[in-house]
Each structure stands twice: as C-alpha cells, then as structure tokens.
C-alpha cells in the first residue's frame, strides 16, 4: 500500500466489485483512509482465499520419485507407494511448475489471474520438491476443459499411469496382491535404498531381489 496507484487502484476494484452502491459513502473514505483501505483489503483477502477452496482443487507433482524426503513426508516413511505418470496427454501436459518465495507474495487482489498466482506460490524451504501442480475448476464455463472435476473426480486419459512405485518400506506383496485385482497390466516398481549412499533408486520389482 506504499505506492499512491496501487492504493487508488485497490480502492476502486473494492467499491466496484465488493462495496457497491449499498455502501456508497464509504467510497470517498476508501480513497483518503489508508487504515480503512487496509482493513477493506484484509476482508476481501479473506474472501478470495474462502473463494478459491470453492472453486478450485489441486493436484501436486514431482518429477523425481528417488527424493528421500519426498518419500518421508508422503508417503508414510517410505511405506507407501509412488504413482507415476506420463506427462503426454491432454491431463499431465497442463501441470504448472510452483514458483518458490522467500517471502510472502504481496498480491494485487485486482489481479485478472489472482487465484491461480495463490495456487502456484509456496515458500522457498519446500523448493527441493520441484513440485508442479495441477489447478482443476470446479465449475467453468469450458465443458470441454480437460482439468474439469466430474462429481468431484478427474478423468485421466487411457494409459495415463504409467506404473505404481512401492516404497523401499513398504508392503510389495500387499500392493502387488491390490494391482494384480484392479489393474493386472500395470508395471509394478520399488525404490531400493543405497547400501552405501544416501539416495535411492527405482527398479522393476523382478529386478529388486538382487539390489544391494
């Protein structure tokens, strides 16, 4: 609010599009009153964000499924399992790499593109992830867009799975059992821990007996 034309700017999108002409005489107000504008703008702040959880779901990615962390923090300590993805379809190909601040993004709530900017932003300290996200509208006007939710799902194209990953911990006969019944073409893989580094790698699983 330090710069004169982001305040009138401010100003006007409130009395255009969330005072209206019920409120009228807090227009004048709203332009000389910068503790009044900044109070405006934590309410409607607030209401954008309750906004974007109505209209929006997200689905979060990762190209490298051999982070450590990633397998710590999702996936149950390395008991879970990793579903990988083929990005040449109409779906994955629309995944939009997450931008990382050190500090908190200071947004225009003016702003044509606001609530996917919101969806985009994280702090710098998950930057390891090198996250992506898919952005689904609840509702839009495009009947044929292909991020749209169906009864709160998303349709995924033939053959978009390309294989499910079992973590170095985790369960492989459970999962294989699961695959085997619902999916018996799908390639199951498993992380393998490093005898002797910290890292991983992703095998087939007629392969992981003998990894050391």
């Not at 495009?142 to 990953?165: K, M, Q, W, Y």
Request: glycine share 6%.
């Amino acid at each position: 609010m330090d710069d004169p034309q982001v305040r009138a700017q401010t100003a006007q999108w409130l009395i255009e599009g969330q005072l209206g002409d019920r409120e009228a005489t807090k227009h004048d107000d709203l332009r000389s009153d910068l503790p009044l504008l900044k109070e405006m703008v934590r309410r409607a702040g607030l209401k954008v964000t309750e906004l974007v959880s109505q209209k929006w779901r997200v689905y979060c990615l990762g190209p490298c499924p051999t982070l450590n962390l990633m397998w710590s923090h999702y996936a149950a300590g390395h008991t879970g399992v990793c579903l990988e993805f083929s990005t040449d379809n109409s779906v994955f190909s629309q995944a939009q790499k997450v931008f990382y601040k050190q500090e908190y993004p200071r947004w225009l709530l003016q702003g044509e593109k606001l609530e996917l900017e919101i969806l985009q932003a994280k702090s710098d300290e998950w930057s390891y992830e090198d996250e992506y996200r898919l952005t689904c509208p609840i509702f839009t006007d495009i009947t044929d867009h292909p991020l749209l939710l169906r009864n709160g799902f998303l349709t995924l194209p033939p053959a978009a799975l390309l294989s499910l990953i079992v973590g170095c911990q985790g369960d492989e006969a459970a999962v294989k059992k699961i695959v085997n019944k619902y999916a018996p073409d799908l390639p199951v893989k498993r992380a393998i821990r490093s005898a002797n580094r910290y890292q991983l790698a992703i095998e087939d699983t007629a392969n992981s007996a003998s990894a050391g």
